[in-house]
């Protein structure tokens, strides 16, 4: 692996204070003795960006005492984190400084705030960009303090240029060929470019975030425009697992995913990766390995444009879901109403999670986040007549996707996984294969999911052995 060029991205989870920074700097440390390049990309300490979130709540509220409390409890956190992860004293000052600078920065901007009363989405990507920018200091004073040679670099800085859509901003085009500019050189002379991940900035200089796990995100745009060998997600799980261990405790770590199988999974709601983050690792065609900081020994999971193509790869659930049934419409004009429907339901904002439509009949059953239930049914009846079309609805739901680019022209899956869910007598409430047949959903009752996902697993053959 020498003269291997990587980009590591480290989650919040493997930042969690100075002795993890301290060690996932270590990780970038061994690879650069080896002779390897090393962009680094961090996520702010785990829980910080949820505090700010919070810290924002309070600013709305005006409770300048919550701002204070939690602007203390911020210093002192990464005050620590610097003393435990630097240990030369000069250096340490120095980052000390810098830390100190900008958690005075968010307290001024916190106050401002709650004497506004208003948080816009301009002012909360602005405060939630300080999360990574303490988090990446510390983490290069420990790479300069165990001896690599290393620069800072905000997301901006680097090179990486967003659209205006505050709270989940895209990049431009450009950004590709500046972070080719900025950090190319360094990377060349064995310099570790470390990245703020999640932030960056507008062409006018205005402060961006990526979406929530944007670090993921900032990593493979890194990764593309350097054309690096490997992105290396370093998590706290072993990998990209079958199902969620936490409903299925057989569940257990895929070895190898495609960038298709990997986005299926992430539309539908599992959060495995930033659903943004496949396109520019595709498009150069750049493995992305999803690693466990705390079992690095494990293989984890490969991410590459074509991989085995088992049957059934992974099993996600979406909870809290509704269904709307439409109805009544004369079939002639069906699809034309569909159509409309559906459109409608994109311009208020409701997410569709599933379709699905019997030919012969004129109504469609439509699965959606249960929160987006009641924009949606109003907007239908303020648009549809009432013998135009009739509507009802149904909640406790949950949507199963079952995903694996093996199933594509394949007979049988269908019949497997309803036979499955069928033996422990789980009625299913709506049935859809996207277009791609990557996967197969169905939706079942709420209490039911469960169950009907562990059936499934098991009748794939994916518990561990
Ligand atoms: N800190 C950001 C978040 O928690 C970005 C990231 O962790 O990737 O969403
Ligand atoms: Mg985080």
Redesign the pocket.
């Known amino acids: 692996m020498a003269e291997s060029r990587y980009v590591m991205?480290f989650?919040?989870s493997c930042v969690k204070d100075g002795s993890t920074v301290r060690r996932s700097a270590e990780i970038v440390r061994d690879y650069v003795e080896r002779g390897c390049r090393v962009v680094a990309v961090v996520?702010?300490l785990s829980g910080?960006?949820?505090g700010i979130l919070e810290a924002l709540a309070s600013a709305e509220r005006g409770r300048e005492d919550e701002i204070r409390s939690f602007i203390e409890r911020l210093g002192a956190r990464h005050e620590n984190a610097c003393a435990e992860a630097i240990r030369n004293g000069d250096l340490r000052s120095s980052v000390l400084g810098e830390i100190r600078r900008e958690v005075e920065e968010l307290g001024k901007l916190l106050s401002i705030t709650a004497y506004l009363k208003e948080v816009t989405p301009r002012i909360r990507d602005y405060a939630?960009s300080f999360?990574?920018r303490l988090s990446t200091r510390i983490f290069w004073g420990s790479l300069l303090d165990q001896g690599v040679r290393a620069e800072y670099f905000t997301g901006w800085d680097a090179g990486i240029v967003t659209d205006d859509e505050f709270g989940s901003a895209k990049p431009l085009g450009i950004t590709y060929q500046e972070v080719r500019r900025r950090l190319g050189p360094l990377l060349e002379e064995g310099i570790v470019p470390v990245v703020t991940?999640?932030i960056a900035a507008t062409p006018e200089g205005v402060i961006t975030?990526?979406?929530?796990?944007?670090?993921?995100?900032?990593a493979t745009i890194i990764g593309a425009a350097l054309k690096v060998d490997e992105i290396i997600l370093w998590k706290d799980v072993d990998g990209i697992m079958t199902a969620d261990p936490k409903l299925v405790p057989e569940a257990r770590p895929i070895p190898r995913m495609s960038y298709d199988e990997v986005l299926e999974l992430a539309y539908f709601g599992a959060k495995v990766i930033?659903p943004g983050a496949l396109e520019p690792a595709s498009r150069e065609n750049i493995p992305i390995r999803v690693k466990n900081f705390y079992n690095p020994s494990a293989e984890g999971t490969l991410i590459i444009g074509a991989a085995e193509s088992d049957t059934v790869k992974a099993l996600t659930m979406i909870r809290d879901a509704a269904i709307i049934l439409a109805s009544g419409v004369g079939s002639s004009e069906a699809l034309n109403t569909n159509v409309k429907l559906l459109d409608l339901l994109a311009r208020v904002g409701a997410q569709v999670i599933m379709i699905s439509q019997a030919s012969s009949q004129a109504n469609i059953s439509i699965a959606l986040p249960r929160e987006d239930l009641k924009k949606a049914l109003k907007a239908v009846k303020s648009e549809f007549a009432e013998d135009e079309m009739k509507v009802n609805c149904e909640e406790g739901i949950c949507v199963i996707a079952v995903i694996g680019s093996g199933m594509r022209g394949r007979p049988g899956v269908a019949a497997k996984i309803f036979n499955a869910v069928a033996a422990e007598g789980i009625n299913i409430k709506m049935i859809a294969q996207g277009s791609s047949e990557l996967n197969i959903s169905f939706a079942v009752k709420e209490e039911d999911g469960v169950r009907a996902l562990r059936a499934v697993h098991r009748a794939f053959g994916l518990n561990a052995a």
């Not at 975030?209 to 900032?218: A, K, M, N, P, W």
């Open positions: 991205k989650g919040g996520s702010a910080v960006t949820d939630l999360g990574e991940g999640f975030t990526l979406g929530r796990g944007g670090s993921d995100y900032t930033h």
